[in-house]
Nanobody, 116 residues
Framework: QVQLVESGGGLVQAGGSLRLSCAAS????????MGWFRQAPGKQRELVAL???????HHVDSVKGRFTASRDNAKNTVYLQMNSLKPEDTAVYYC??????????WGQGTQVTVSS
């Protein structure tokens, strides 16, 4: 059974930092592309960052220079370091894993709220 368990969300003031973690089980972690997505109220879920099994990472433009996604294959865990947070970063953040095609798994999400 695949499980992705996020942690580290919370309430922070604008300009502050948070670090999200996602612990994975039930998958061959190193063979999966891992990702972080987010969904703000009334909006569609959107990509934040991808971490490929090769070690390459991709961050969307809106978080470049502020967020850093990383993976630790030895711990089956991915991270999202979020700095210089803005109120528009407020969302539920989801961990995602996929081996490609229709194979995909989601975590339950963790709430991040940034106050102005």
């Amino acid at each position: 059974q695949v499980q992705l368990v996020e942690s580290g969300g919370g309430l922070v003031q604008a300009g502050g930092s948070l670090r999200l973690s996602c612990a994975a089980s039930g998958i061959i972690f190193s063979g999966n592309t891992m990702g972080w997505f987010r969904q703000a109220p009334g909006k569609q879920r959107e990509l934040v960052a991808l971490m490929y099994s090769s070690g390459t990472t991709h961050h969307v433009d809106s978080v470049k220079g502020r967020f850093t996604a990383s993976r630790d294959n030895a711990k089956n865990t991915v991270y999202l370091q979020m700095n210089s947070l803005k109120p528009e970063d407020t969302a539920v953040y989801y961990c995602w894993a996929s081996r490609g095609g229709s194979n995909a798994h989601w975590g339950q999400g963790t709430q991040v709220t940034v106050s102005s």
